[in-house]
């Protein structure tokens, strides 16, 4: 689901998108990222170069990245 306009989130967003996705369009995840950024949320999409939807299993390195920023964002907030 999508949240609503009025929602004041403050959770960080890392997206992942493959490059050539080819059932996910990734225009609009660049869009929302972007206001999402605007907005003052921590957010970062991270567009992962020549994978497509279905290569699943190439997405772990990747995935793991997002461990290391979420630990640097915790980190700034007194979390850890």
Excluded at 28 to 33: A, H, S
Excluded at 60 to 80: A, D, N, Q, Y
């Amino acid at each position: 689901g999508r949240p609503t306009e009025d929602l004041d989130m403050q959770i960080p967003i890392y997206a992942l998108h493959g490059q050539f996705d080819e059932i996910v369009d990734i225009e609009p995840t660049k869009k929302e990222i972007k206001k999402l950024k605007k907005s003052g949320l921590n957010a970062k999409l991270y567009v992962i170069q020549g994978l497509s939807h279905y290569q699943t299993g190439e997405y772990v390195p990747s995935l793991k990245k997002t461990t290391k920023w979420l630990k640097e964002i915790w980190k700034l907030r007194g979390i850890e």
